[in-house]
């Protein structure tokens, strides 16, 4: 209903405006890289080390306001770095996962509180990188996106079977004779590359929201990972605009807002699969 | 005697500092259906997944098919414990099932129509053809354990490894399954682990006691008292170990 308002009213005359033309291009482009690797966070439950490295990328934030490049730049080699080290770090030096996460999680933002303060000045959209800003999207970020994006589907599609074995049963797909240390660490770099693309619509703290929210919502109504995918992409789309049209209407932090649509609807389904569950024991 | 299949020789395992298994010496011959018994906690999973290469030995030696495990991938079969899966995943058994193609696969290689008939063949042979595009959530104990079953026979295995087969299925589907597993050793060497004692000396051709240590019970041995007695240091079920295929009656074992 509320979709359909939009479109038949509000919409056409937002979309005058180049920078909500922007803003929906990110939502759209932003959806199809969460709603992928999304799916195979919530499957593999592995949300807490995404958490971990979106938050080590805050240092990477840092390494771009003080070496005055763009910060997403920055953000690139920081989150790969956290991706293989948590996941290098839990397999081959047993060391416990929450135990690395949150040594790459403190450590990354540390990095970047100090880059940033040895920066002269002060460090202008530093809030936009926290908790995101998908109204002053460029057109440069949109193309990085963009490329980014391409690369995780084609990734995807290149080791579809390998993922799909790894998610449902690791010891198995070691057994058939993947190498399962070196497709983990792909899929975790895949990740990496998320993080950089959700950091400019909901911000490195917000990125664990909207990487599991539509993949969990999508989960409930799917048979198959790629049907999951799809799915997620579908509501995380949804997510987004509703988000951002909200936002407009109420002059309201616009990657809150988006998080705050997808928290409620996650709740609502959540309410509605409990009392499914309790009406049939 | 045709060539063995697996052969461990004093096989030792420690799992975080404790000893899992303690010399543990056992061929395993082509048309064999071995039958491991013990307590949990006796090492039966630990010594699978050696023989898987999942696990390393501390010491002694294990081959399958003449070479290191881990090195006849295909040729194995594996059936892990079906209790351990996640059954919220999204997908149908029919792709769990394919999954069992994936040792016959390279990296990024797509599957085909010629594993999709391995898929359907596997499908038939445990009777579950109907059940295909369903969502493993939705299959009972027993119908997801005739899936990992249908899964490891996609591979065209020589050899199957079965863990529990019949843990989390209720008494009927155990039948089912060891009717399944009666038919397969036709083709298959069979080696399952369990600590189900009730009806597996019907359908087996050995057993094997493991707890830590492992004794071999022959056709035709008998073991004395004091051996047994510190193998299984409680009361255990009669094991009858019934030769049905020869027809004769073999030895009993009385585990007191």
Known sequence: MAAQLVNITTMPDILHFEFMRNALLAAILSSVACGIIGTYVVVRKIGFISGGIAHTAFGGIGLGYYLGVNPLLGIIPFSLAAALGIGLLTRKAKIAEDTAIGAFWAAGMAIGVILIGLTPGYAPNLFSYLFGNILTVPLSDLALILILDLMIAVMVWLFSKEFLAISFDEEYARISGLKTVRLDMLMLCLIALTVVIMVRVVGIVMVIALLTIPAAVARNFSRTLHGMMGLSILFSVAFSIAGLWLSWVFDVASGATIILVASIVFLATALVKARRISLSR | ?256
């Open chain 2, 1 to 256: 005697m045709s060539d063995p299949v697996i052969v461990c020789d004093r096989l030792c395992v420690e799992l975080g500092g404790t000893s899992v298994l303690l010399g543990v010496s056992l061929s395993v011959y082509e048309g064999d259906f071995i039958a491991v018994l013990g307590p949990n906690g006796g090492g039966k999973t630990t010594l699978l997944k050696t023989i898987l290469g999942l696990v390393k030995p501390t010491s002694g030696t294990v081959t399958v098919f003449g070479e290191p495990p881990g090195h006849a991938t295909g040729r194995i079969g594996y059936v892990p414990q079906s209790m351990f899966f996640d059954r919220e995943f999204p997908i149908s058994a029919w792709d769990v099932v394919l999954m069992g193609r994936l040792s016959r696969k390279k990296l990024m290689q797509r599957y085909n129509s010629a594993d999709r008939r391995k898929v359907a063949e596997a499908l038939e042979i445990t009777g579950l053809s109907d059940l295909g595009s369903r969502r493993i959530g939705a299959l009972s104990g027993g119908e997801l354990q005739r899936v990992l079953i249908a899964r490891a026979l996609a591979a065209d295995p020589d050899l199957l490894l079965l863990d529990e087969p019949t843990a989390s299925v209720d008494p009927e589907m155990k039948t089912t399954i060891y009717d399944l597993l009666d038919r397969l050793r036709e083709r298959h060497t069979i080696m399952l682990v369990t600590h189900d004692t009730g009806t597996i000396g019907r359908h087996v051709s050995r057993i094997a006691c493991l707890n830590c240590s492992l004794d071999m019970h022959e056709k035709g041995s008998t073991l004395g008292r004091k051996a047994l007695d510190s193998l299984y240091r409680y009361p255990v079920d009669i094991v009858e170990h019934i030769d049905s295929h020869g027809g004769s009656t073999g030895e009993h074992h009385d585990h007191a």
